[in-house]
């Protein structure tokens, strides 16, 4: 992410500053700004903006934000239409700047903030003013290092032991393509930390060095986190492209091309894929990692568990108007499959949360579960990291959450997910394997 400003510094008689073309006027936002004379950002056509100063004031180095739609009424239809139209090319500002005897500092923001634009300056200087342009890059989204990963190269898991010898006892297992840090090196022994696990791996069986790094591009998942408040999501990569979908701050959305188009990549949504800017989101790679003996132990009990209760409950079904039924489960899951079934049919708003007028896919989620007492948040990426998991969609029962890139639904049994879809579709029943399953979470 690159942030662009202009600083000009007038230091004793009038200065006067022109950038190309559009009216603003506004007024110093404080005496510290400008303490001997004030200033003034003169509009060609007279209009009066006067936030301009207020926020040069406030904010030194001012946040880059994407383009967001004015409102997000929930009960308003097209929602992306709608945000669409609200996007206009603003033209160049020109401003006019005359600064006062004493020293004095002020912030000129170019008025998109984007690196794509340049804003030129011209004009006389009276004395002396010094105009320094600075280009910041933030770190965020810096290459990921990978040379001290450790992989597994196995038919199905390596053990973690307590020492490096076959006689230390087992903390874990390192499945196959699962990830560790490396820490050192013991006779041919590979000390490691993954996950809650830290212990001893045999280096045969897994890749470090240069041959990690490659390995881990493949076997590693690319999420990008959202970190605006409403990113665009584009048919092509650039900010004149038509809008597909709209996704909130903190979702999650898989990465499925990289690197092609400068400052842009591709991601999945429920729309399809699309482009976004990579201004507007943080990179990370996500590597399945050791599971520790105690873990394993817990996820094999509640499996077995869940088979029970799905043995008990063979056959039995509850019917909904939209003609599916929940399938095999049982209790407080098959509740929450059975009453989420009952809003199939009715609309997609984006932002909304309400099951009869309008929700997205994490509102109808998190008002589905309200209804039994349960307090999730509105974002399926913060959604993603609830409950459980229970190890794929091979293992869900009602009432799971299955989660996508940028997207969740609940599942009702027989390969099936309920979900609020997009503004075409509204809620409906889809299979559950139609775009790839990230994970499948329980709650009960």
């Known amino acids: 992410m690159f942030r662009k400003y202009v600083k000009v510094l007038a230091i004793i008689c009038a200065a006067t500053l022109t950038m190309t073309s559009t009216s603003v006027t506004a007024m110093a936002g404080s005496a510290a700004d400008l303490p001997a004379a004030g200033a003034a950002l003169s509009l060609n056509e007279g209009t009066s903006i006067e936030q301009v100063c207020a926020k040069a004031s406030s904010a030194k180095v001012p946040e880059a934000s994407e383009e967001k739609p004015e409102t997000l009424d929930a009960e308003a239809a097209g929602p992306i239409e709608a945000a669409a139209q609200t996007e206009t090319e603003s033209p160049s500002p020109s401003v006019s700047l005359t600064a006062g005897a004493a020293d004095s500092e002020l912030y000129i923001v170019p008025y998109n903030n984007k690196t794509d634009k ?58 196959d393509d699962s990830v560790g840090e490396f820490i050192s090196e013991q006779d041919g022994w590979y000390e490691i930390k993954s996950g809650s696990v830290q212990g001893f791996v045999k280096a045969e069986y897994v890749v470090t060095g240069d041959d990690a790094v490659v390995l881990a591009k493949e076997v590693g998942k690319r999420i990008a986190t959202v970190t605006t408040t409403t990113l665009f999501v584009r048919q092509e990569p650039t900010t004149e492209s038509s809008v597909i979908g709209m996704v909130p701050i903190e979702d999650e959305l898989s990465v499925t091309e990289e690197g092609v188009t400068d400052g842009w990549i591709k991601v999945s949504v429920e729309e399809g894929e699309g482009y976004v800017s990579t201004e507007f989101v943080t990179l990370s790679t996500e590597f399945v990692q050791a599971e520790s003996k105690e873990e394993e132990e817990a996820r094999l009990a509640a499996e077995e568990a869940e088979r029970k209760k799905a043995n008990a409950a063979a056959g039995k079904s509850e019917a909904s108007k939209s003609g599916a039924s929940v399938s095999g489960g049982s209790g407080a899951g098959s509740s929450v499959a059975g009453y989420a079934l009952q809003f199939v049919g009715n609309p997609y708003v984006y932002g909304g949360s309400s099951l009869t007028n309008g929700t997205d896919c994490s509102g109808f989620v998190m008002s589905v579960y309200a209804h039994f007492g349960v307090g999730l948040p509105h974002s399926s990426g913060a959604q993603r990291g609830c409950g459980y998991d229970v190890g794929g969609l091979g293992n869900a029962q009602p ?8 997207h969740v639904g609940i599942y009702i049994g027989g390969g099936q997910i309920v979900h609020a879809s997009t503004a075409a ?5 889809s299979n559950a394997n139609y775009r790839q399953v990230l994970s499948v979470r329980r709650i009960f």
């Open 118 to 175: 340049v804003v030129s300056i011209e004009g006389t200087i009276e004395d002396t003013v010094t105009v320094i342009e600075e280009q910041a890059t933030v770190s965020e989204n810096d290459a990921e290092d990978f040379s001290k990963l450790v992989i597994a190269q196995v038919n199905d898991y390596v053990n973690v032991r307590s020492m490096p010898s076959e006689e230390g006892e087992i903390l874990g297992k390192l499945y």
């Open 425 to 429: 579709t509204g809620i409906k029943v």
């Open 399 to 406: 009432g799971d959450i299955v989660c996508y890139s940028g």
